[in-house]
């Protein structure tokens, strides 16, 4: 039983009318309260990054730029390049205190949707193209917000990677593809962590809406995944009440004016709807009520200052270096000058229901002042208004050409990705390029700095850039940790958590995004990101994975063990490997192990990502790094077994620093029984062939006179893959009565 809550009581005294209250919000951020039995209202706050709690007495509508101040963490597209789950701990455990500040029960995040296309709106919000790397990420900071008694709410279930249509389209996914891609992360993240609760999608998925989606709600996720928690819907995505409360979805936020709420009694009443169908639902939001009731008594508060200080290490440790040409990292001597809009009014957050009123704001242009004294500076574009960029360029060029050294800021503007909408292309903003180009023709040593939450093209970047550093949207302390960064206070560790292609076109999903008429179709199936450009043998601008640094590395010695069976599901092994950082720098490296599967009858990922560590290594040192791998990270999903499977074999187990800088490997083998589809008549000649009962029966009825041409050698090349039922139409295997008798002859022997 829940603490502070009687709930077997409860529920045998609440009325009908309120427990179809009960399924339903009382607010946009309040759970329903029932107050003549004690059941208070608990609140919820949108918090992927940062709280965006409301005001007393303002919480009733979206909100947006009227919360509560809140540290403004770095977003998850950058806190991801971090591949760091302890970082992520520690900023959950920040969150969670806010939350209590300001008496919240429950986080809406974190976003674990995969970047299926780098063309969504919301990529910004989610951490990763690869399913395994979100998964840990997420167990990260569920873990650490949960661990100071505040829930979260893990979103958004399921396949919802666009934001065209998204409250219509159909999301049309092969379940392979899900399995593999789209499931994972949550599966991990319930599997170790058990979110309070997970918030289901807007979009339909193979035909049904994602709020009344039983298989979703209920089959995977509670039956097969274990989640013990609530599914809310996101806000608005319950389309048809009684159908959501039947498949499993149990809070719909926020509340429909009663409308909802008649329609559950009226379902009731006439037997549509059982009632222990709706007490299993309401027994869930009151379990949920009982957990987080205690922070409506609470009175703390939170230290902003530390809070800042960790919101500018997690920024500092999500800068990606892309380049260094020897530029940076810049000595105390240089003369910089600092251009573009960017370093004076910093882009560091999302647009949509993610967005944060900051409790303080760095500027990269503050903070290199702080180090090196008044700086001279120039916009060198406009955000927005762009009618005096012909003025802004002249005077960046005059700044630029007078100094040795130009940090220059870059990015994509709000305007240019936000929730509601996708992009229509991966290009920076025609000013800023035409300024970067201005800029780098007056002084070849540009430091190029990037602001954006999804991936952009840099062709037109590349060769104007002496260094280039990804900072993607990295909260309230960007200034300040890109700065450390470039100073080399800080040594960049930040890894590309996706891939960087050199065109939109190379990405798999081009053909198919954002699809037409309230569909989609993943016609990509299981290669997406990385998966799909190294399937297609492209050429990419950075890989899934990569990551300068300000020291070198040298991994060696590497071994693998493995243990137990894929009978009995103990299949696993263990990667060690030693890493030297081989330069005078401190520094981390995150040491990844990737997986294939060397042969496989199913078309199946060049390599996979199946583990890493982060270890930090002093100059001149060396640590042995110890990674665990599952039975999973040699198992595919077999739509035919209804299974994960391991076939038998050679994999290759290879450890780098990038999908596509893997500096050592090691074949191991497999063994599996072999794997033979069920024997039915519709099977093919060769699949009866290759099982061996199955080819004991149908020679033996060839051996008895039933007609056998098909088992000439010859004609077995042709006909082999024709189904037996046809063949015996064709008068060139056994006959409908000999097909009848094998069928359920080896039926038998299964049994």
Same mark, same amino acid.
């Given at each position: 039983?829940?603490?502070?809550?009687?709930?077997?009581?409860?529920?045998?005294?609440?009325?009908?009318?309120?427990?179809?209250?009960l399924?339903?919000?009382?607010?946009?951020?309040?759970?329903?309260?029932?107050?003549?039995?004690?059941?208070?209202?608990?609140?919820?706050?949108?918090?992927?990054?940062?709280?965006?709690?409301?005001?007393?007495?303002?919480?009733?509508?979206?909100?947006?730029?009227? @919360?509560?101040?809140?540290?403004?963490?770095?977003?998850?597209?950058?806190?991801?390049?971090?591949?760091?789950?302890?970082?992520?701990?520690?900023?959950? &455990?920040?969150?969670?205190?806010?939350? #209590?500040?300001?008496?919240?029960?429950?986080?809406?995040?974190?976003?674990?949707?995969?970047?299926?296309?780098?063309?969504?709106?919301?990529?910004?919000?989610?951490?990763?193209?690869?399913?395994?790397?979100?998964?840990?990420?997420?167990?990260?900071?569920?873990?650490?917000?949960?661990?100071?008694?505040?829930?979260t709410?893990?979103?958004?279930?399921?396949?919802?990677?666009?934001?065209?249509?998204?409250?219509?389209?159909?999301?049309?996914?092969?379940?392979?593809?899900?399995?593999?891609?789209?499931?994972?992360?949550?599966?991990?993240?319930?599997?170790?962590?058990?979110?309070?609760?997970?918030?289901? @999608?807007y979009?339909?998925?193979n035909?049904?809406s994602a709020?009344?989606?039983?298989?979703?709600?209920?089959?995977?996720?509670?039956?097969?995944?274990?989640?013990?928690?609530?599914?809310?819907?996101?806000?608005?995505a319950?389309?048809?009440?009684?159908?959501?409360?039947?498949?499993?979805?149990?809070?719909?936020?926020?509340?429909?004016?009663?409308?909802?709420?008649?329609?559950?009694?009226?379902?009731?009443?006439?037997?549509?709807?059982?009632?222990?169908?709706l007490?299993?639902?309401?027994?869930?939001?009151?379990?949920?009520?009982?957990?987080?009731m205690?922070?409506?008594?609470?009175?703390?508060?939170?230290?902003?200052?530390?809070?800042?200080?960790?919101?500018?290490?997690?920024?500092?440790?999500?800068?990606?270096?892309?380049?260094?040409?020897?530029?940076?990292?810049?000595?105390?001597?240089?003369?910089?000058?600092?251009?573009?809009?960017f370093?004076?009014?910093?882009r560091?957050?999302?647009?949509?229901?993610?967005q944060?009123?900051?409790?303080?704001?760095?500027?990269?242009?503050e903070?290199?002042?702080?180090?090196?004294?008044?700086?001279?500076?120039?916009?060198?574009?406009?955000?927005?208004?762009?009618?005096?960029?012909?003025?802004?360029?002249?005077?960046?060029?005059?700044?630029?050409?007078?100094?040795?050294?130009?940090?220059?800021?870059?990015?994509?503007?709000?305007?240019?990705?936000?929730?509601?909408?996708?992009?229509?292309?991966?290009?920076?903003?025609?000013?800023?390029?035409?300024?970067?180009?201005?800029?780098?023709?007056?002084?070849?040593?540009?430091?190029?700095?990037?602001?954006?939450?999804?991936?952009?093209?840099?062709?037109?970047?590349?060769?104007?850039?002496?260094?280039?550093?990804?900072?993607?949207?990295?909260? &309230?302390?960007?200034?300040?940790?890109?700065?450390?960064?470039l100073?080399?206070?800080?040594?960049?560790?930040?890894?590309l958590?996706?891939?960087?292609?050199?065109?939109?076109?190379?990405? @798999?999903?081009?053909?198919?995004?954002?699809?037409?008429?309230?569909?989609?179709?993943?016609?990509?199936?299981?290669?997406?990101?990385?998966?799909?450009?190294?399937?297609?043998?492209?050429?990419?601008?950075?890989?899934?994975?990569?990551?300068?640094?300000?020291?070198?590395?040298?991994?060696?010695?590497?071994?693998?063990?493995?243990?137990?069976?894929?009978?009995?599901?103990?299949?696993?092994?263990?990667?060690?490997?030693?890493?030297?950082?081989?330069?005078?720098?401190?520094?981390?490296e995150?040491? &990844?192990?990737?997986?294939?599967?060397?042969?496989?009858?199913?078309?199946?990922?060049?390599?996979?990502?199946?583990?890493?560590?982060?270890?930090?290594?002093?100059?001149?040192?060396?640590? &042995?790094?110890?990674?665990?791998?599952?039975?999973?990270?040699?198992s595919?999903?077999?739509?035919?077994?209804? #299974?994960?499977?391991?076939?038998?074999?050679?994999?290759?187990?290879?450890?780098?620093?990038?999908?596509?800088?893997?500096?050592?490997?090691?074949?191991?083998?497999?063994?599996?029984?072999?794997?033979?589809?069920?024997?039915?008549?519709?099977?093919?000649?060769?699949?009866?062939?290759?099982?061996?009962?199955?080819?004991?029966l149908?020679?033996?009825?060839?051996?008895?006179?039933?007609?056998?041409?098909?088992?000439?050698?010859?004609?077995?090349?042709?006909?082999?893959?024709?189904?037996?039922?046809?063949?015996?139409?064709?008068?060139?295997?056994?006959?409908?009565?000999?097909l009848?008798?094998?069928?359920?002859?080896?039926?038998?022997?299964?049994?």
């Open positions: 039983m829940a603490v502070g809550l009687d709930i077997p009581r409860l529920l045998g005294e609440l009325t009908l009318a309120e427990k179809a209250s399924v339903s919000g009382s607010g946009f951020w309040f759970t329903q309260p029932v107050e003549r039995l004690g059941i208070p209202a608990i609140m919820v706050s949108d918090g992927p990054h940062g709280l965006r709690a409301q005001p007393p007495g303002g919480g009733d509508h979206v909100g947006l730029g009227s @919360s509560l101040p809140a540290t403004c963490f770095p977003t998850a597209s950058a806190i991801a390049s971090a591949w760091n789950p302890e970082l992520l701990h520690r900023i959950g &455990q920040a969150l969670a205190q806010e939350a #209590r500040a300001c008496n919240l029960s429950v986080i809406l995040g974190s976003g674990i949707n995969m970047k299926r296309s780098p063309l969504c709106g919301r990529n910004f919000e989610y951490f990763s193209e690869d399913p395994y790397l979100a998964g840990e990420l997420a167990v990260g900071i569920v873990d650490g917000i949960q661990s100071c008694g505040v829930g709410s893990v979103k958004h279930w399921a396949a919802n990677n666009q934001e065209t249509d998204r409250l219509r389209c159909d999301s049309q996914v092969d379940e392979r593809t899900l399995r593999e891609i789209y499931f994972p992360a949550f599966a991990r993240v319930v599997e170790k962590s058990q979110p309070w609760t997970i918030m289901c @999608s979009n339909k998925v035909g049904t709020s009344e989606n039983t298989w979703l709600l209920d089959t995977v996720l509670r039956e097969e995944f274990g989640f013990e928690g609530l599914v809310v819907s996101d806000w608005g319950v389309y048809h009440p009684v159908p959501a409360v039947q498949a499993g979805c149990d809070l719909e936020m926020p509340p429909s004016k009663g409308r909802s709420e008649a329609a559950i009694v009226a379902a009731v009443e006439s037997g549509e709807l059982s009632v222990d169908v007490d299993a639902r309401v027994r869930t939001v009151l379990e949920l009520v009982a957990k987080g205690h922070a409506l008594e609470l009175d703390e508060s939170f230290d902003i200052d530390a809070h800042h200080a960790l919101a500018r290490q997690a920024a500092a440790e999500s800068v990606v270096l892309l380049k260094n040409d020897g530029l940076l990292p810049l000595t105390v001597e240089a003369n910089i000058a600092v251009i573009g809009e370093a004076r009014t910093p560091y957050q999302g647009a949509g229901s993610s944060v009123v900051p409790t303080r704001l760095d500027t990269v242009l903070e290199l002042q702080t180090v090196y004294g008044e700086l001279p500076f120039a916009a060198a574009y406009g955000v927005g208004d762009t009618s005096n960029d012909a003025v802004l360029l002249v005077e960046a060029e005059q700044v630029a050409a007078a100094a040795d050294i130009v940090v220059m800021l870059i990015g994509l503007p709000a305007a240019e990705e936000s929730e509601g909408f996708d992009r229509t292309h991966l290009n920076l903003p025609d000013n800023q390029l035409t300024a970067l180009a201005a800029v780098a023709e007056a002084n070849p040593n540009v430091v190029v700095v990037l602001a954006n939450g999804s991936t952009v093209v840099l062709g037109d970047v590349l060769p104007r850039a002496s260094a280039l550093a990804e900072a993607w949207l990295g909260g &309230q302390a960007a200034g300040g940790g890109i700065v450390d960064v100073t080399g206070a800080v040594n960049p560790s930040g890894r958590a996706e891939t960087i292609p050199n065109r939109l076109e190379d990405n @798999s999903s081009y053909l198919n995004f954002p699809g037409e008429e309230q569909s989609v179709r993943y016609g990509e199936g299981i290669f997406i990101g990385y998966r799909g450009y190294d399937r297609q043998h492209l050429d990419v601008a950075f890989p899934f994975g990569f990551g300068l640094s300000y020291t070198s590395f040298e991994l060696s010695d590497i071994k693998v063990r493995m243990r137990g069976s894929v009978a009995d599901e103990t299949l696993g092994a263990t990667v060690e490997v030693t890493v030297t950082n081989t330069g005078d720098v401190d520094g981390s995150v040491v &990844q192990v990737y997986v294939q599967d060397v042969v496989s009858t199913v078309a199946r990922p060049v390599q996979e990502l199946k583990g890493f560590a982060k270890v930090a290594v002093p100059a001149g040192g060396a640590v &042995q790094v110890s990674i665990e791998l599952d039975q999973r990270a040699f595919y999903w077999s739509p035919r077994y209804r #299974r994960w499977v391991v076939e038998a074999g050679d994999f290759e187990i290879s450890v780098g620093s990038s999908s596509r800088d893997l500096a050592l490997s090691q074949s191991v083998t497999v063994e599996a029984a072999t794997l033979l589809p069920p024997l039915t008549r519709d099977s093919t000649l060769q699949e009866w062939l290759a099982d061996p009962a199955g080819r004991q149908v020679e033996r009825e060839v051996a008895a006179g039933q007609p056998g041409a098909g088992m000439q050698e010859g004609l077995l090349e042709v006909i082999g893959n024709f189904p037996m039922n046809a063949l015996a139409n064709l008068n060139l295997s056994l006959d409908h009565d000999s009848d008798r094998v069928a359920a002859e080896w039926a038998g022997q299964q049994r």
